[in-house]
């Protein structure tokens, strides 16, 4: 198992930007795939990007992709995603969560039940 710690939310308005971090600590080896969820009050947890340890594949939902960039460090022990042009329907709890093994595909990597390890979540507000 490995540790996840994200950072870097906080409260911006419309268009405005944040990148956040989430920091993999422990057998990292349990990180080969690492993704970013989110989660609004009373709504389900999302999937909003994933990448593999290489590096790639990475995968976006449809209502983030263009706007936002996930990617792996140079010591790919912090992943990033990068927000861009960001909307208040991006408010949300953001969660970064990491399975080892093979790329998770195309077909999983949106399901919160694929992931073994999971951060705490940091919180992003996008105000209109």
């Known amino acids: 198992q490995v540790q996840l710690v994200e950072s870097g939310g906080g409260s911006v308005q419309a268009g405005g930007s944040l990148r956040l971090s989430c920091e993999v600590s422990?057998?990292?080896?349990?990180?080969?795939?690492v993704a970013w969820f989110r989660q609004a009050p009373g709504k389900e947890r999302e999937g909003v990007a994933h990448?593999?340890?290489?590096?790639?594949?990475?995968y976006y939902s449809d209502s983030v992709r263009d706007r936002f960039t996930v990617s792996r460090g140079v010591g790919k022990n912090t992943i990033f995603l990068q927000m861009n042009r960001l909307k208040p329907e991006d408010t949300a709890m953001y969660y970064c969560a990491a399975r080892g093994g093979a790329a998770a595909g195309v077909d999983r990597w949106r399901t919160p039940a694929f992931y073994e390890s999971w951060g705490q979540g940091t919180q992003v507000t996008v105000s209109s």
């Open positions: 990448i593999y340890h290489l590096g790639a594949p990475t």
């Open positions: 422990g057998n990292t080896a349990s990180s080969n795939n």
